[in-house]
């Protein structure tokens, strides 16, 4: 077990990020840290330690799950096994998982611990870092929450070995994105270079690739903890229009294939109003496809007006404009309005 | 209209504090704000402007409405008026009102603008200031909830003249804890002279009185916005005790009137173990009396676990053990754990 960041973050909290060699090793440092804790889990995690702890709740899988009903669960079993505000959640899982746990422990108490692990590469790239907690709500993602930033996160590589390549290459949605937004291309180069050691999964190659892909993630963070700058909310390229597509299909499409998604459109719009190189845009989607992403996807006539009102929910809206992240660039993001008949031909290519 | 203080709070967040000559000048403020806005009442306050907005929602009063099912309605027309992370949520009305307005507030968006409007003395002087949000859970009051300082608030004496003597009298019951928390005993020595112009609410005296209680809880806030200090804690004097009566009483008494009776209790224990003077004890439990609460209240044996049971349940637990505001003199306030044959000698007298 070795530590690879200190992160800090907001009213002088750290989050500290562990990498843990086995599954014997993460059970033994949570049974080492001496406080009342709940474990949460979710049908697919339930079984990854060798043992169910007795304080435990395990939570059906799915986005459909993130919801008020399921931190009720969570609190209500807080409360009646008497937990106090310095107890801890100890979430095991994927993203909605780790978001809903760290959104409990957020109110529970106006804020109790928290520690987080990932058990998908999703979440350990995406969910883990940046206090970012929640729940969905109607058609809306993740619209309902709080900035929490967990006290650990400790990523355990062997909880991966279990994902289905489709999940696995879920989480590389996230990563390639994190390629676009680094200024020094080494997370992008390492990608291009390491593909079919990537896709097979090699455990030092995963685990460097990882800590690349938190480097860039950090940077973003800790310049604007609170998303108040216009910094942190470049890190949702792809975000708004792969939230969009997302909320549209029922959560039938999972969240890193609506950021790939979502990010070939923003490199469209962008090239489409003159703010994104038409090679960079090419090279880029290229890059997304290359690791089987459908980049080609298009919203047909139909479904127009459904798509566009889920654009209208996005969070990032500000004085009423919804406002998007384009890419200039490698590691130079801008956010923007943009006009409807873009979105729409960036979408639909009519 | 005129600001009585800039309260600085957690993350370089500032509650400016505006004492508001009429309802009409209110009304002229909250106009003048530029963002979409969504007010929240209750039946009570529905009617306390000359017309209801129409982006307002009113919610059925009570302190056992406050339940997440109300943080929901807030939370889903906040959505469906497509309202954004810079739109301002409006609560206008008691301390059940504020809290839930400013918990939806901290959630929405992970995070939206906030502006309170008591209507009552107790939410003027002790739900208004340090940004505590949330709803009760099962029996436990305010036990979910976050931190979330208002950007401003607004007390128009005006609104609490509509109030029975039974609510202004239980507003009293906070003021007259924080006169036992200061330590230059301005305050206290004010209840002392002004009683009779106080309980017939003469508005200048009224006015004064509230600056004067609102000064004692900004000292303990801004030392400790988030409560990790053990020194805001002290601004609970009384809750513990009160807090576990309201449970056990199905919310059958005012939180005023649970606060009163749980500083006798907190007296009453005090002196049991040395750490309140008698003579102390006498004085404040007199004056406490003088403004016409019970203070006499026994827990009989038939009752005695409920009510210990409701004590286990409070958030100031630490490492196990639940941590009681004592008094050692005016202003000097200590948290200490309390053997259970204490707690019960004090609430029964046995």
Redesign the interface.
């Known amino acids: 077990m070795n530590k690879l960041f200190s992160v800090p973050l ?2 002088g909290n750290v989050t500290d990020v562990f990498n843990v060699d086995s599954i014997d090793e993460l059970c033994a440092y949570l049974e080492s840290v001496r406080a009342d804790k709940l474990y949460v889990f979710d049908t697919n995690t339930a079984q990854i330690l060798p043992s169910l702890p007795a304080r435990s709740i395990v939570l059906p899988s799915g986005e459909k799950e993130k919801r ?1 009903a399921s931190i ?1 669960r969570i ?2 079993r807080a ?1 009646s096994l ?1 937990m ?3 107890s801890i959640f100890v979430a095991i899982g994927g993203g909605v998982i780790l978001d809903m746990t760290a959104f409990a422990a ?6 109790s611990r928290c520690i987080l692990v990932p058990t998908t590469l999703l979440s350990a790239v995406d969910a883990t870092l940046g206090g ?3 729940i969905d ?2 058609d ?1 993602k993740n ?5 929490y930033p967990a006290e650990s996160v400790l990523i355990a590589p062997d909880t991966l070995s279990t994902l289905s390549d489709r999940e696995f290459r879920c989480g590389l949605g996230e990563v390639i994105k994190h390629a676009f937004l680094s200024e020094d291309r080494r997370l992008y180069q390492f990608l291009s270079d390491n593909k079919d050691r990537i896709l097979k999964r090699d455990k030092g190659v995963v685990s460097e690739m990882i800590k690349l892909s938190l480097e860039v993630k950090i940077h973003y963070i800790t310049l604007d903890p ?2 108040k700058k216009g910094i942190r909310s470049c890190l949702n390229l792809g975000h708004t229009f792969g939230h969009a597509l997302e909320a549209m299909k029922g959560y039938g499409i999972s969240h890193g294939e609506g950021v790939a998604w979502g990010m070939a459109r923003a490199f469209e719009a962008g090239a489409a109003i003159g703010i994104t190189p038409i090679s960079y845009r090419d090279e880029c989607i290229a890059l997304i496809k290359s690791y089987g992403f459908d980049t080609d996807y298009k919203i047909c006539a139909s479904e127009m007006s459904r798509f566009m009102d889920a654009i ?2 996005d ?1 990032k ?4 404009a919804v406002r998007f992240v384009l890419m200039e660039e490698n590691g130079k993001p801008c956010l923007l309005p943009l006009e409807n008949d873009t979105v729409k031909y960036a979408v639909s290519n009519d």
Not at 317 to 320: A, P, R, Y
Request: hydrophobic share 25%; aromatic share 10%.
């Open positions: 907001k009213g008020w009720d609190l209500s409360l008497g106090a505000r310095d957020s109110v529970y108490m106006r804020g970012k907690t929640g709500y109607g809306a619209i309902v929450g709080t900035f609170e998303e209208g929910k969070k809206k500000k004085g009423g």
